[in-house]
Structure formats: structure tokens, C-alpha cells
């Protein structure tokens, strides 16, 4: 089925509730898919009613100028990500009752009985569903941090600083939105946007390989973490 319009409320609420357990649309790194939802979006979504899609969005937006260079698939409709299912209903008072997972019953059952045949095939497709289930992966842990980046002096160049903070790589590391940020005297300090695996990047790893950056970097600290 794939997100309804993203202007209503209804394809808001299928967006938000995709993304509760995602960073992207699809995969793990920003795609053709991001942008596709992101233009369908048009707009920052309410970060009190759908907090997980004005969260996506916002990170998105840090991408906007590379959106080009984005893999995926540029001529993909925005319709055709999203669950396979409609996971919210624009009336749900017309909607069939949910049903929950454990009571879904996947084969069909009656008071009749059954032959020897008919019940082994049942068991073998149950025992395949369940086992299916208990395989599919679950998304790896992630957040979101900015970092204070503070120079020595009004004399720093500023932007080979970033260039240089920007040029570390680690596996689970994705870099985001930045700015300068005045902090007195002059001296502006490098406000920097990341996205981390939890259990590949560890802070006091990322922080000694931005202060080795000794020419330019005085001190580095986490302004704010957020996990998604």
C-alpha cells in the first residue's frame, strides 16, 4: 500500500508510526526514499503530535543540499514506501476491529476434523512463520547528539576546522547540519549535528579523534543527546 497523503493527519500518523523504530524510510543511511517523503512532507510536521516524523524531518532537512547525490531511485513515487498495510484508518469508526498478532489466526480453523495430512502442513507453515518472526532483525540502537566544538582563538579558521572534524570517519558514524556559533571575544565556536550507532560509536573515542585536531581544536563537549 505504501504512506496516503502526507498532508493529513491520517498520512501523518502512518509516517510518524513508521518511523517510531527508523531513522530513514529504508535502510540504514539516507536514500532517494527520504526525499521522495521528505518533498511529499513539504513542511516540518508538529513535533508534539508526531514526534518521530519532525524528528526524521528535521534530520532529513541536514541533508537537503545532497539530495541529488543521494542513492535510491529519484523518479520513485513517495506511495510506494511505507508499510504494506495501512497502519492508522481516516475512519476507524468504518474500519474493522483490530486484531491482535497472537490471536491472528494464520490458516483457518473449524470443528471438523482434520487428517494427518491437512494438520502436519499447518504445523510445518506455523512452525515457518514463527521461525521467520524470531529471525527478522531488530534496528540497531541509535541517537542523535550535537557537540560544542570550541577553537583557541578568533584567529581559527573556522571552517577548516569543520573540514577536518567532517573528514572522521567510523563505522556507525553519520554527520549532520552544523553552524558557528558566537560564544564572545570574537570567537565562535563549530555547533555539529551526529547521528551514531550506539554500540559502534563510543563518545570519548569520537572526542579524542576531534582533539587531535590540535591546531585547531581547544575542547569538545556534548551539548545535547537524544536517542531515536
Known amino acids: 500500500m505504501g504512506f496516503t497523503d502526507l498532508l493529513s493527519d491520517a498520512g501523518l500518523s502512518m509516517l ?70 495501512a497502519e492508522v484508518t481516516i475512519n476507524p469508526a468504518s474500519a474493522p476491529a483490530a486484531e491482535e498478532e497472537e490471536d491472528v489466526d494464520l490458516f483457518g480453523s473449524d470443528d471438523e476434523e482434520e487428517d494427518a495430512e491437512a494438520v502436519r502442513i499447518r504445523e510445518e507453515r ?26 583557541w582563538d578568533d584567529e581559527t579558521d573556522m571552517e577548516a576546522m569543520e573540514a577536518g572534524v567532517r573528514e ?26 551526529l547521528v551514531v550507532e550506539d554500540d559502534k560509536v563510543m563518545m570519548d573515542d569520537l572526542s579524542d579523534k576531534i582533539t587531535e585536531l590540535e591546531d585547531f581544536v581547544q575542547s569538545v563537549d556534548v551539548a545535547h543527546m537524544q536517542k531515536l
Open 16 to 85: 510518524n508510526s513508521w518511523l517510531t523504530t527508523r531513522s530513514y524510510i529504508v535502510g540504514q543511511s539516507a536514500s532517494q526514499a527520504d526525499v521522495a517523503v521528505f518533498k511529499a512532507v513539504q513542511s516540518a510536521p508538529d513535533a508534539v503530535k508526531y514526534p518521530n516524523a519532525a524528528r526524521w524531518y528535521k534530520h532529513i532537512q541536514s541533508y537537503e543540499s545532497e539530495f541529488s547525490t543521494l542513492e535510491g531511485d529519484a523518479s520513485a513515487a513517495y506511495s510506494t514506501y511505507g508499510p504494506e498495510t
Open 126 to 151: 506455523l512452525a515457518a512463520y514463527n521461525a521467520k518472526k524470531a529471525a527478522k532483525p531488530k534496528p540497531a540502537a541509535k541517537s542523535i547528539i550535537t557537540l560544542d566544538v570550541k577553537p
Open 168 to 193: 572522521i570517519e567510523m563505522d556507525g558514524l553519520v554527520w549532520g547540519a552544523s553552524k558557528f556559533v558566537p560564544i564572545g571575544y570574537g570567537v565562535r565556536k563549530l555547533q555539529i549535528n
